[in-house]
């Protein structure tokens, strides 16, 4: 009896946990899906955009998918909107799992190393622990949940634009992040940048576009430690972007750790092997992208990756 009684609770704990291989890039994480049983096309995971999911549109056009509204998309310079085109998958399978209706914005895909057909955003995971295993280049999807352990690993997070805002701290001050597997770097805004100080002073490192603007992205090396939990950045290399009214904790530093997302209690979970880390130049520059919006563009907008 207890023998069956093991083999079934190791039966129903793997019919709960799934994985595939999650192919780095640049930083950032790709894995490849099936779209209305074909496929496999290659996706990038973004979780600094809120919405289920991104197709391009020769993407759609291939697969014939019908047409299921508009939406407005926006980036975080407050400067434009745009409402472009939604249609209906029937069903995107990931690792096993099979997600049935989703809607996806109809729109282009950058894909910094090579061709990708779409992107799978934040909310698309709502119903499981999405765990995205940077070292081990997996992801992870499961049901369950994550327990609180007094901040050093387990922190809270909100979700006001269906992207995860967390706090961390900045040469010892609380502030606001957007955890963005999507994003370039370590990225602060100019007005959190302006009182800070420098071991290397800013410097233009590279040029960034949105809809409708065009504008200088710095580089500087920070006089202070970045800090989440128990973990540490020593005088990280972090990028000074105009564009972004919050930090923004990109892929290049995500790359250490295993990060866990329970959108139902809200939590999320970094797991490492180290507890300090030193984070240099990312190895491309900043993108955005857009954020799919209801109806019209809200007065704040958050950093998308």
């Not at 949105?210 to 920070?222: H, N, P, S, Y």
């Not at 295993?258 to 490492?272: E, G, H, M, P, Y």
Request: with cysteine; net charge neutral; hydrophobic share 40%.
């Amino acid at each position: 009896m207890a023998l069956l009684m093991a083999a079934a609770l190791s039966l129903s704990a793997q019919q709960f946990s799934h994985s595939a291989p999650m192919i780095e890039r640049y930083g950032k994480p790709y894995v490849m899906v099936m779209i209305d049983g074909k496929g496999p096309y290659r996706f990038v995971i973004d979780t600094g955009t809120g919405a289920d999911a991104f197709v391009t549109p020769e993407l759609a056009d291939e697969l014939k998918l019908p047409a299921a509204g508009e939406v407005v998309v926006n980036d975080p310079s407050r400067q434009s909107g745009q409402r472009v085109s939604k249609v209906l998958l029937s069903s995107v399978e990931l690792a096993g799992v099979t997600f049935h209706s989703v809607r996806a914005v109809r729109h282009d895909v950058t894909g910094e190393a090579g061709s990708c057909q779409g992107m799978l955003g934040f909310t698309l995971f709502r119903d499981y622990l999405l765990t995205l295993d940077f070292p081990n280049r997996v992801v992870t999807l499961s049901e369950g949940v994550l327990t609180p352990d007094e901040g050093k690993t387990v922190f809270p997070f909100r979700m006001p634009d269906g992207v995860p805002i967390t706090s961390l701290r900045v040469d010892g001050s609380s502030v606001d992040a957007q955890l963005d597997s999507g994003g370039g770097g370590l990225t602060l805004p100019e007005r959190l940048a302006a009182h800070l100080k420098w071991d290397i002073a800013p410097a233009a490192f590279a040029t960034g576009n949105t809809m409708t603007a065009r504008f200088e992205i710095k580089a500087a090396k920070l006089n202070g430690d970045v800090k989440v939990g128990k973990y540490t950045f020593a005088h990280p290399v972090v990028e000074i972007h105009p564009a972004f009214p919050l930090v923004n904790f990109g892929s290049p530093p995500m790359q250490n750790f295993a990060i866990t997302f329970d959108q139902k209690s809200l939590l999320v979970r970094l797991n490492a092997k180290h507890t300090q880390f030193i984070l240099s130049a990312p190895p491309t520059p900043t993108r955005l992208t857009n954020q799919p919006k209801p109806d019209l563009p809200p007065p704040d907008l958050v950093p998308l990756g």
